[in-house]
């Protein structure tokens, strides 16, 4: 069993190593495979980044009446936070939304005059409140305005904001749902093309198997060397990909930065180097070793 | 030990290869196919390998109808038997050495029994200096040789030679003839598919005579007769 085994190794790696043209158009093309399905992984880092970094914009105000005091704002947060429908809230005093005025207007002198003739602080104190799903706003400004606050509560500003807020989360939905169907469409073809291209190299060899079959040859003995072709072409197309793709993104992180800002492309593929790594290798691997299987079996049948 | 029942082989468009043909052959026998291209000789043993299947008829090989034996037990059948392919049929993709040693693998063989048989073999059919060319490189007498060898080497129950000596100069054909008498006369099973006058006279061994695909004469210590 052991020596059959190792007869098979060998052997798989000897016509590796002879047909090298073969095994060149194979490894270049699972290479593109491989290839399609890493920049897949990496563009969809790059939208889920995208994506939460738009929604993580998307908010609603509600402002408290001047005589509200601190306690009450308080509550109202404690018990928004215990929603799990919310995913945070921020309180800004009247103070801090006082300086934060300023500090956006200090260019407008004549904004800044007309405030201090005001003489006291005419902003009012807010909590921002971010929720996981767009169409939960709704229902957070009607629990304000409705429900057991109402008398703290000057305005919610949801009703303005609505159909940004709407229009954002289906936006975003969208790429995500076009970035998951491109995805599954790049990577059929990619599996097609790696598939048809085994089955070719094959096909080459359809006479040899015949006569390997003849001999005696156990489908086994037949079938075991094209697989560790396979999977050689596969762990080879994986390793050059690798080696591509970590000298690419260290080179282009810093441009992505610029269209991308707060996204580093280099970190997001150092982090996830081996989940990467693992599926570049269940795709080269996968791929040869199951078109290899399904190409042979068609020309054991003697 | 070998016993063809009433076959009959017909390939599309109604070609009849082999009409419902009988005879046995008994272990240890040198027996001979003769009769003209395309008169079902090759056909034959094609059937008696298992490559092909008969329209009608059964092939026993002792007592076994080797057409009803499961895909995953052929190649046990398949290791009884050492064929010389008419069209030699060497792996392309190994060199001489590696063709010889690959029905070797293939039952089984150490690896100490590989790197001991595989060049006495070679020698025995003078090609122990082309042992690391591949078949591509190699003439038509030579390619034959070596799928004399690789037939010879697992020393199978039998051997079924189709035209083995057709592409062969008269010294390799006087050469392999002998080898095979040789190896008759050490308990193997021959069946020779030829059309080679000479040879058959010069064996006088049992000749079957096919002629359109029926068997039309067996005859003990036959001739070449058509």
């Given at each position: 069993?052991?020596?059959?085994?190792?007869?098979?190794?060998?052997?798989?790696?000897?016509?590796?190593?002879?047909?090298?043209?073969?095994?060149?158009?194979?490894?270049?093309?699972?290479?593109?495979?491989?290839?399609?399905?890493?920049?897949?992984?990496?563009?969809?880092?790059?939208?889920?980044?995208?994506?939460?970094?738009?929604?993580?914009?998307?908010?609603?105000?509600?402002?408290?009446?001047?005589?509200?005091?601190?306690?009450?704002?308080?509550?109202?947060?404690?018990?928004?936070?215990?929603?799990?429908?919310?995913?945070?809230?921020?309180?800004?005093?009247?103070?801090?939304?006082?300086?934060?005025?300023?500090?956006?207007?200090?260019?407008?002198?004549?904004?800044?005059?007309?405030?201090?003739?005001?003489?006291?602080?005419?902003?009012?104190?807010?909590?921002?409140?971010?929720?996981?799903?767009?169409?939960?706003?709704?229902?957070?400004?009607?629990?304000?305005?409705?429900?057991?606050?109402?008398?703290?509560?000057?305005?919610?500003?949801?009703?303005?904001?609505?159909?940004?807020?709407?229009?954002?989360?289906?936006?975003?939905?969208?790429?995500?749902?076009?970035?998951?169907?491109?995805?599954?469409?790049?990577?059929?073809?990619?599996?097609?093309?790696?598939?048809?291209?085994?089955?070719?190299?094959?096909?080459?060899?359809?006479?040899?198997?015949?006569?390997?079959?003849?001999v005696g040859?156990?489908?086994?003995?037949?079938?075991?060397?094209?697989?560790?072709?396979?999977?050689?072409?596969?762990?080879?197309?994986?390793?050059?990909?690798?080696?591509?793709?970590?000298?690419?993104?260290?080179?282009?992180?810093?441009?992505?930065?610029?269209?991308?800002?707060?996204?580093?492309?280099?970190?997001?593929?150092?982090?996830?180097?081996?989940?990467?790594?693992?599926?570049?290798?269940?795709?080269?691997?996968?791929?040869?070793?199951?078109?290899?299987?399904?190409?042979?079996?068609?020309?054991?049948?003697? | 030990?070998?016993?063809?029942?009433?076959?009959?082989?017909?390939?599309?468009?109604?070609?009849?290869?082999?009409?419902?043909?009988?005879?046995?052959?008994?272990?240890?026998?040198?027996?001979?196919?003769?009769?003209?291209?395309?008169?079902?000789?090759?056909?034959?043993?094609?059937?008696?390998l298992?490559?092909?299947?008969?329209?009608?008829?059964?092939?026993?090989?002792?007592?076994?109808?080797?057409?009803?034996?499961?895909?995953?037990?052929?190649?046990?059948l398949r290791r009884r038997i050492g064929v010389i392919?008419?069209?030699?049929?060497?792996?392309?993709?190994?060199?001489?050495?590696?063709?010889?040693?690959?029905v070797l693998?293939v039952i089984?063989?150490?690896?100490?029994?590989?790197?001991?048989?595989?060049?006495?073999?070679?020698?025995?059919?003078?090609?122990?200096?082309?042992?690391?060319?591949?078949?591509?490189?190699?003439?038509?007498?030579?390619?034959?040789?070596?799928?004399?060898?690789r037939a010879l080497i697992p020393r199978p129950e039998i051997i079924l030679a189709?035209?083995?000596?057709?592409?062969?100069?008269?010294?390799?054909?006087?050469?392999?003839?002998?080898?095979?008498?040789?190896i008759?006369?050490?308990g193997t099973t021959i069946i020779?598919?030829?059309?080679?006058?000479?040879?058959?006279?010069?064996?006088?061994?049992?000749?079957?005579?096919?002629?359109?695909?029926?068997?039309?004469?067996?005859?003990?210590?036959?001739?070449?007769?058509?």
């Amino acid at each position: 069993m052991l020596v059959a085994l190792k007869r098979i190794i060998h052997s798989g790696w000897l016509s590796f190593r002879r047909q090298t043209a073969l095994s060149f158009a194979t490894v270049s093309i699972m290479m593109m495979a491989i290839f399609l399905i890493t920049s897949l992984f990496l563009l969809q880092g790059m939208t889920k980044f995208l994506i939460a970094d738009l929604q993580d914009k998307v908010d609603i105000s509600v402002y408290f009446k001047k005589d509200s005091s601190e306690e009450d704002i308080l509550r109202v947060k404690a018990e928004l936070s215990e929603n799990p429908e919310i995913k945070n809230v921020a309180y800004v005093s009247r103070e801090e939304a006082l300086e934060k005025f300023i500090e956006r207007h200090k260019e407008d002198q004549i904004l800044i005059e007309s405030l201090a003739e005001v003489g006291e602080n005419p902003l009012l104190a807010s909590l921002n409140i971010k929720a996981w799903q767009a169409s939960q706003y709704t229902a957070i400004s009607i629990f304000l305005e409705k429900g057991p606050y109402q008398e703290l509560i000057e305005k919610v500003d949801y009703y303005r904001n609505k159909e940004v807020i709407g229009r954002i989360f289906e936006i975003s939905s969208n790429i995500n749902l076009a970035g998951i169907i491109f995805s599954l469409i790049l990577g059929f073809i990619a599996i097609v093309v790696a598939f048809n291209t085994t089955r070719l190299a094959i096909y080459n060899s359809r006479e040899e198997i015949s006569i390997m079959r003849l001999v005696g040859a156990s489908s086994w003995f037949v079938r075991g060397p094209f697989i560790v072709q396979g999977v050689i072409v596969g762990v080879i197309a994986t390793l050059l990909t690798v080696l591509v793709f970590t000298i690419g993104v260290f080179f282009f992180s810093s441009r992505i930065d610029l269209f991308i800002p707060g996204f580093s492309l280099f970190g997001y593929f150092k982090a996830h180097f081996f989940t990467l790594l693992f599926i570049q290798l269940a795709t080269g691997v996968g791929l040869g070793v199951i078109s290899s299987w399904i190409a042979v079996r068609k020309y054991l049948k003697v | 030990m070998i016993k063809f029942q009433n076959i009959t082989k017909i390939y599309n468009h109604n070609t009849t290869a082999v009409d419902d043909v009988s005879f046995e052959i008994d272990g240890k026998e040198f027996v001979s196919i003769v009769g003209r291209s395309g008169a079902g000789k090759t056909t034959l043993l094609k059937l008696l390998l298992a490559e092909e299947k008969p329209t009608r008829g059964k092939i026993f090989l002792d007592n076994q109808n080797v057409h009803k034996i499961k895909p995953e037990e052929l190649p046990r059948l398949r290791r009884r038997i050492g064929v010389i392919f008419q069209d030699y049929r060497l792996l392309s993709s190994k060199n001489v050495y590696e063709n010889v040693a690959y029905v070797l693998e293939v039952i089984g063989a150490s690896d100490l029994e590989i790197s001991r048989d595989v060049p006495q073999v070679l020698e025995i059919v003078e090609l122990a200096d082309k042992a690391q060319n591949f078949s591509k490189e190699l003439s038509g007498g030579e390619r034959q040789r070596v799928a004399i060898a690789r037939a010879l080497i697992p020393r199978p129950e039998i051997i079924l030679a189709d035209e083995p000596t057709g592409n062969l100069d008269p010294y390799h054909t006087r050469e392999v003839m002998n080898l095979l008498s040789r190896i008759n006369e050490m308990g193997t099973t021959i069946i020779l598919a030829t059309h080679n006058k000479e040879v058959i006279n010069n064996l006088g061994k049992r000749v079957i005579t096919l002629e359109k695909g029926r068997l039309v004469r067996d005859d003990e210590k036959g001739r070449f007769i058509l």
